[in-house]
């Protein structure tokens, strides 16, 4: 009989466990960028998180392929041009959340509601002081002039920031002339384009070449330690229409069995509470304007952003990366 | 040679159909044409993709050679100091992933490399230094990273040559220099054009090291396609092209190894012992080689390591390591198990279907991992979206019944390394006469017999290389390990993709230093075996 009873406890037991909620997220970030956060939910609400990481192009496979079967209640991703994408290839639902839209600016989500900005990173110019003199700088645009010529670094036109970047002017100028830019940049390079930012940023600071264009994080992980970096900061086109900025963010899956949850888990990403741990992690800034950025970061002082809405940087993507194949650029 | 023999067929296929399914899948894709990319893909692409590739190809095999036989023959043939060392040291660089050397190397020698950096502070200027990130140094570290398999599976093919055949050369007049052109090589053949196509399809599929390089290969081709231009099929489409090129380089090498049959038996012969300047220089190319491909990358891996561990070891490690391992050991047993019955049934049923299914069924090694985890992933995930409503009606609450299982994890991993592991095996067996079956028939000994009891025996050697080269690839591998894992099933490889999705370079050091020590063991090992035959 007290056998019985145990037995009794024990199943009541494993029944609470079983009821523990979860969240299932496929993630494109990296793990120790989000786990934390996920513990610090877990701990806060007993929501259990559960996370798939892969990169960007299988996880969409993947939901693909899964359809309707799919565990996945939310997809995790950087860069507005895959958000955009997972949203076009149907694999995110709509959203209505109050808190989302107070908590995310309106440029940096999709206007459908499939997904919002979680944090925002900048690409920018950078540049040698002993090579280039600030007041030279200017805009994007401007380094295509010769007066540039053997003085530009790029990094490769396959990573995404840069598609994005392109896909951005041809919604401001156009595609003719926005051709003619990048031209212009591949005429000025003063080496082979570069595998990823930090190593730019590190011939930049060689004097390898005097200026670049790379996101902030990854100036910001090589300040954070080594503060007497041979390369400075310029915010691009102030004067203009402002700096490129672009977002790593999330949606829910349209086949979401966990909707609600999914949609709480991103409410309290884009709160305070969380937008420190999540932008701070990787030196980024929040997307929540009520939230202060980290030290180091704001250390960069303030500037403009272009508020184009992000989903045009998806729209945009593919006849930026033709653009950029005719142009030369590699 | 008969073109049909249904025994064979019937047997071989359900090991064909592993790879047959996911490049079917990958195949599919011609159905729905894509005209404007592949306008696009015809202007702007395609033609400096197939000059690249061609001359990769071209480099890595003349590279591979270069550094595999020479390496070869000295450790296995010859005596001098050190020989013992750098037999088995030669084989390290198997378990030192491509990307990691790439990585090393040009992070060393670059414009803002240690080596410029001094040149620019004693003279001024390192504007004369060669440039790392060209052609060239594509081919260098491919070669670099890919020789092992050429040394590998040459220097088998030299232990068990025996001296025998190079002494009757000689009796006969022939210098020793001519001895070995004319008699060592050729006999080598099957083996060395063995590793050279393992080395070509590893250049093929790679995306790693040509990415670090932003060298536009057909691969980089495929993923631009697919994550840049956002079209799967085109990029399917591209893959499927790689698939004929690669079955194309699966046709010239069974027309290089030549209708001949070889065999010879294992020999403990007299070493050619070099003179002392001899020995010396074979000495110093051995410790070059060996400096430059595994020892530079290893101390550079180390001293990332020391400044991460702190942050980055945590209680997870140990399940990583296990997994890695435990993952990779199976992989390497169940694909040289299908290997074997590949060899055996090619040996048993000659016939042409069974060599254009056993083709087929070592394809997978040259299709980029990505592409072939999605062709793999496809086809499992419908099949789960069959059984998942009878599993709902049955009670269970699931959404995953096959993807996200171990087993269908072991069978993709097969499905790309079967390549790996027919090599080796098929060389040992093209040594086998078939006069020794005859004469095993002749005591009596049955069909189903002699696999066990003569072939088996004397495929040891090759069987041990094949479980070795799977399991260190197997660890190193990533893109199906990725999709097709269980949830939380995360190995070392997954956690250098982790560090290495967000450019952290530095942090992959900790779980890819892992990867190359767990890839040593089995180094030591099949050396030691070698050795002792």
């Known amino acids: 009989m007290k056998r019985f009873g145990l037995t009794v406890i024990a199943l009541s037991m494993l029944a609470g466990l079983a009821q523990a909620e979860t969240v299932t997220v496929y993630s494109a970030r990296n793990e120790q960028l989000i786990k934390p956060l996920f513990d610090a939910y877990t701990k806060e609400t007993g929501v259990e998180v559960k996370v798939l990481t892969d990169k960007e192009g299988p996880l969409m496979a993947r939901l693909q392929a899964e359809g309707t079967n799919t565990p996945a209640d939310m997809l995790i991703t950087v860069d507005a041009g895959n958000l955009w994408q997972a949203s076009n290839l149907g694999l995110l639902k709509t959203v209505k959340s109050e808190t989302l839209n107070k908590n995310v600016p309106a440029h940096l989500r999709d ?31 401007d380094l295509a002039d010769p007066k540039w010529k053997g003085k530009l670094c790029l990094r490769t036109s396959k990573k995404v920031y840069n598609q994005s970047l392109v896909a951005m002017m041809i919604a401001q100028y156009g595609e003719a002339k926005t051709e ?46 080594d503060p007497k970096f041979n390369a400075r900061i310029f915010w691009a086109n102030q004067k203009t229409d402002g700096v490129h900025v672009n977002v790593s963010g999330a949606g829910v899956t349209r086949y979401a069995k966990n909707e609600a949850g999914a949609v709480k888990l991103m409410e309290w990403l884009s709160s305070d509470k969380a937008q420190n741990i999540y932008a701070d992690k990787d030196l980024e800034f929040p997307v929540n304007p009520a939230v202060k950025a980290d030290k180091l970061v704001s250390s960069w002082g303030p500037f403009k952003s272009n508020v184009i809405n992000m989903s045009k940087a998806g729209e945009l993507q593919s006849q930026a990366v033709k653009l950029m194949d005719r142009a030369g650029y590699k | 040679m008969r073109f049909l023999s249904p025994r064979g067929a019937i047997l071989l296929t359900p090991i064909a159909l592993l790879t047959i399914i996911p490049l079917f899948v990958v195949i599919a894709s011609f159905l729905h044409p894509e005209p404007e990319i592949w306008q696009h893909l015809f202007e702007f692409v395609l033609p400096n993709v197939l000059k690249n590739t061609g001359i990769l190809l071209l480099g890595v095999s003349f590279g591979v050679l270069l550094l595999g036989v ?7 043939v010859c005596q001098f100091p050190g020989r013992r060392f750098f037999a088995w040291a030669l084989m390290l660089p198997l378990a030192m992933p491509a990307y990691v ?33 060209s052609t060239g140094g594509v081919i260098l570290v491919m070669s670099l990273a890919f020789y092992p398999y050429v040394y590998l599976l040459a220097r088998n093919a030299f232990l068990t040559q025996g001296k025998r055949a190079l002494e009757a050369a000689q009796m006969l007049g022939m210098s020793r220099p001519r001895a070995f052109w004319k008699v060592a090589l050729p006999m080598a053949r099957p083996w060395l054009i063995g590793g050279m196509t393992l080395a070509l399809m590893e250049t093929l599929a790679d995306f790693g090291t040509v990415s670090i390089f932003n ?15 956002f079209n799967l099929t085109a990029a399917s489409q591209l893959a499927s092209l790689l698939v004929v090129l690669v079955v194309m380089i699966l046709g010239v090498e069974r027309w290089a190894r030549g209708a001949r049959r070889y065999h010879g038996r294992i020999v403990a012969a007299e070493r050619i012992v070099l003179t002392q300047s001899q020995g010396l220089w074979a000495a110093a ?33 140990p399940g990583f390591i296990l997994r890695s391992v435990g993952i990779s050991l199976l992989a390497g047993l169940i694909v040289t198990g299908f290997a074997l019955l590949l060899v055996y049934i090619q040996r048993r049923y000659p016939a042409r279907i069974t060599s254009i299914l056993v083709r087929l069924a070592t394809v997978g090694y040259a299709v980029p991992g990505t592409v072939l985890a999605v062709g793999v992933f496809i086809p499992i995930a419908w099949l789960d979206n069959q059984l998942l409503p ?86 190193k591998e990533m893109p199906i390990t990725l999709m097709t894992r269980p949830f939380g099933w995360d190995t070392l490889a997954v956690r250098v993709f982790e560090m290495t999705s967000e450019g952290m370079w530095e942090s992959a050091a900790l779980p890819s230093l892992l990867i190359v020590l767990a890839g040593l063991l089995p180094v030591i090992l099949l050396v030691r075996k070698s050795e002792g035959q």
């Open chain 1, 111 to 141: 206007d459908k509601g499939q997904w919002y900005g979680l944090s925002v990173r900048a690409r920018t110019m950078f540049f040698n002081p002993d090579l280039v003199k600030a007041e030279d700088l200017s805009t994007y645009e």
């Open chain 1, 180 to 225: 003619k830019i990048v031209r212009g940049w591949v005429a000025n390079l003063a080496t082979d384009v570069f595998p990823d930012d930090t190593k730019l940023l590190q011939a930049i600071a060689a004097g390898q070449c005097g200026v670049g264009i790379a996101n902030t994080y990854y100036f910001g992980r090589i300040v954070d330690k």
């Open chain 2, 70 to 76: 020479p390496l070869a023959w000295l450790t296995a």
């Open chain 2, 101 to 133: 050397l790439a990585f090393v190397m040009v992070g060393f020698l670059d414009f803002t490399g240690p080596v410029q950096t001094l040149l620019r502070e004693w003279t001024g200027s390192s504007a004369w230094f060669p440039r790392i990130r």
């Open chain 2, 215 to 229: 060298f536009d290969t057909f691969t980089t081709a495929i993923y631009k396609s697919w994550f840049s231009l």
């Open chain 2, 285 to 317: 190319a051995c410790s070059l080689v060996l400096a430059i491909a595994f020892i530079i990358p290893m101390v550079q891996l180390i001293v990332w390591t020391t400044q991460v561990w702190r942050v980055d070891f945590d209680a997870r490690y």
């Open chain 2, 390 to 475: 009878i599993a709902h009606v049955l009670g269970f609450e699931t959404f995953q019944i096959l993807k996200g299982s171990v087993a269908v994890m072991l069978l993709a991993l097969a499905a790309r390394f079967m390549a790996v592991g027919f090599q080796p095996i098929d060389g040992a067996m093209q040594r086998i006469s078939f006069n020794q079956e005859d004469a095993a028939r002749t005591l009596g000994v049955s069909d189903r017999g002699l696999l066990w009891r003569l072939h088996i025996p004397l495929l040891r050697g090759g069987v041990f290389t094949a479980v070795l080269m799977v399991f260190v690839d197997v660890m």
